[in-house]
Nanobody, 117 residues
């Protein structure tokens, strides 16, 4: 059974930082592209940042220079370090594990991040 469990969300003031973690089980973690998506109220889910098994990364223009995705294959965990948070970053953040070529695609339950003073 595949499980992706997010942690580290919460309420933070503008300009602050948070680190999200996603612990995976039930998959061969090192073979998956691991990523973070977010969905704000009334908006579509969008890619925030992702890292391939080889270590290549991709991120949304809106978070470049502020957010960093990383992974620890020994711990089956992917992280999202979020700095200089803005109110526009408020959303539910979802962990994703996928292998596109064989249509494997799994989601976590989501975790709330709220940026507000």
């Amino acid at each position: 059974q595949v499980q992706l469990v997010e942690s580290g969300g919460g309420l933070v003031q503008p300009g602050g930082s948070l680190r999200l973690s996603c612990a995976a089980s039930g998959i061969r973690f090192s073979s998956y592209t691991m990523g973070w998506y977010r969905q704000a109220p009334g908006k579509q889910r969008e890619l925030v940042a992702a890292m391939t098994p080889g270590g290549s990364t991709n991120s949304a223009d809106s978070v470049k220079g502020r957010f960093t995705v990383s992974r620890d294959n020994a711990k089956n965990t992917v992280y999202l370090q979020m700095n200089s948070l803005e109110p526009e970053d408020t959303a539910v953040y979802y962990c994703n594990a996928k292998i596109t070529t064989i249509a494997y695609n799994y989601w976590g339950q989501g975790i709330q991040v709220t940026v507000s003073s």
